[in-house]
């Protein structure tokens, strides 16, 4: 993960090119393999985010009085970064298997009937 530094005018053209905001620091990032050179422009120097990162693990909630990670029961670890909004193939065998699809989908029908 590459730190950006784009300024509020420029965030519709970094989305566009792939950049994505990381909320706990406030700022854009370039997301590990991709390639950083359309992002030249708002590299902060020395702005590569450190191996243990907290940004770059999977997010979770927090208990506020112990700061605790908080997982629901539904909450499933998965070998890779994909992108949670699209279906992924290395992915769904292992959301059927677990019954997290099938919860998935029924909260979603569930809202759509709404």
Known sequence: MILLKVPYAEKDEAKTLGARWNPTR???YVPDGKDSEPFARWI???AAAPAGDAAAKPPSSRDSHGAKPVIGSKYLELPHAC???EECAE???RLVESGWLDAHQAVRKLLASL
Do not use: E, I, M
């Open 44 to 46: 902060v120097a020395g």
């Open 83 to 85: 992108n949670p909004f």
């Open 26 to 28: 406030k700022c854009w």
């Open 91 to 93: 992915c769904r065998p």
